[in-house]
């Protein structure tokens, strides 16, 4: 066979999926989001959208997949061709931790495109609640023998509220929710006794409807500058949420460096910015391919830490 025609072949062959890339996109793009609409995640999903549209130059829609913590948009995900038009946006660890409790994927079936933010990560009360902190609650439930009702929004915060209970001899039953606009009205609604909540917390504080029990992060909440910190009440313990855009495995990476390039420009916004920063009190936090892979590997060192201790 001549070598003129082995090179027409292999244009033939390799030819759909560069020129693919070189005209991406030519279709509508999709977010899967990984919370209920009406959250924090969602709302910033659809602010990426209405941003990510004309950098595209085709709709950006978003679907949400509510669920375990992201674990079903990330499913989603994973069956989605590899071509650049289905994205999602969830918590970090649904790549941290998921994949240690669960095969329904791994972290190798994904591509992490970039770190957008991080929350302000608390566990949260009514207002009238009758603790101040979470060292008042548990000491409070454990004196009365009281089992205390959680909602829980992913297997992360069930994980830590597990940990805590060990620690402390609490009794403390989890009530799923899939994210913050189911997880309000229950607590609200004097359905569970406290909640863990990323985002949607922060109105409500400022409000005065809730009050921060304690920050999961290593810093006090800005919104409750007196509220002490989870290592601050006595537990070695502090985990940080950070909001990441993901692809399926074995997108051409023609295509992968046009949308990095797209959500960092995004990231530039001031609307962008002040929603997230000024609106729902997270943080900007922007680690593109490479420098964001290096920031979730840290974080799954971490809790595998945290989550062999509890077997």
């Known amino acids: ?32 989001v990984g919370a209920a609409a009406g959250g924090g995640m969602d709302i910033v999903a659809r602010a990426l959208a209405e941003r990510l549209s004309p950098l595209l130059g085709q709709p950006v829609l978003v679907s949400n997949r509510a669920g375990a913590g992201g674990a079903i948009a990330m499913m989603a995900l994973k069956n989605a061709q590899p071509d650049g038009y289905t994205l999602a946006l969830v918590p970090s660890w649904t790549l941290s931790y998921q994949p240690l409790i669960s095969t329904h994927y791994r972290a190798e079936d994904f591509t992490l495109l970039a770190v957008l933010y991080r929350s302000p990560d608390a566990l949260i009360a009514r207002a009238d609640a009758p603790w101040n902190s979470l060292s008042q609650m548990l000491d409070s439930a454990r004196n009365e023998q009281k089992t205390l009702l959680f909602a829980s929004q992913s297997p992360v915060d069930q994980l830590i509220i597990n940990w805590l209970a060990r620690q402390t001899g609490n009794k403390i039953a989890a009530l799923p929710t899939r994210g913050g606009g189911e997880m309000i009205p229950k607590l609200l ?20 409807k809730m009050k921060v029990l304690a920050s999961l992060t290593d810093q006090r909440q800005s919104i ?49 910015r002040s929603l997230i920063e000024d609106k729902l009190f997270m943080n900007i936090d922007v680690h593109l391919m490479k420098d964001a892979s290096s920031l979730i590997v840290g974080q799954q060192s971490k809790m595998r830490t945290l989550f062999d201790t509890l077997q």
């Open 1 to 32: 066979m001549s070598k003129c025609l082995l090179l027409l072949i292999g244009l033939c062959v390799f030819s759909p999926r560069i020129l693919s890339a070189q005209h991406f996109p030519t279709a509508p793009v999709k977010i899967e």
């Open 189 to 208: 609604g004097g359905h569970v006794d406290f909640a863990y909540s990323a985002t949607m917390h922060t109105q409500y504080v400022s409000s005065g």
């Open 224 to 272: 409750a500058p007196d509220v002490p910190t989870l290592k601050e009440q006595g537990w070695d313990i502090a985990i940080n949420t950070f909001f990441i855009v993901v692809l399926p495995a074995g997108v051409p990476q023609a295509i992968t460096e046009r949308l990095s390039s797209a959500f960092a420009d995004i990231m530039r916004d001031e609307h962008i």
